[in-house]
């Protein structure tokens, strides 16, 4: 009994196994393959985006704000808060 028990375990890993080594190997090959289909839905995906012209925009954005919090010493929520309401008004308290 413990012979056929040990056999059907080592059935299962080497089941699972095989199956796990079978969906690593294929999954590189249909990420480099191009079909038609997925070229189509790429530029809907990238319009819907945003530029990344406007990174550097917000990063100044940003910075402005940090500068402005640390000028008035705030610290914790009150400095998350400050920066929130800092970027969405452009970096203008």
């Known amino acids: 009994m413990r012979i056929a028990t040990m056999f059907t375990t080592a059935a299962f890993v080497a089941l699972f196994s095989v199956s796990a080594m079978a969906q690593t190997a294929t999954t590189p090959s249909t990420t480099t393959t191009t079909t038609p289909s997925a070229t189509t839905s790429t530029p809907s995906t990238t ?47």
């Open 47 to 93: 319009n819907t985006m945003k530029p990344k012209a406007a990174k550097p925009a917000q990063t100044a954005v940003s910075k402005a704000c940090s500068a402005q919090a640390d000028a008035k010493g705030l610290h914790g929520k009150a400095r998350a808060k400050f920066r929130s309401d800092c970027k969405k008004n452009g970096g203008k308290a």
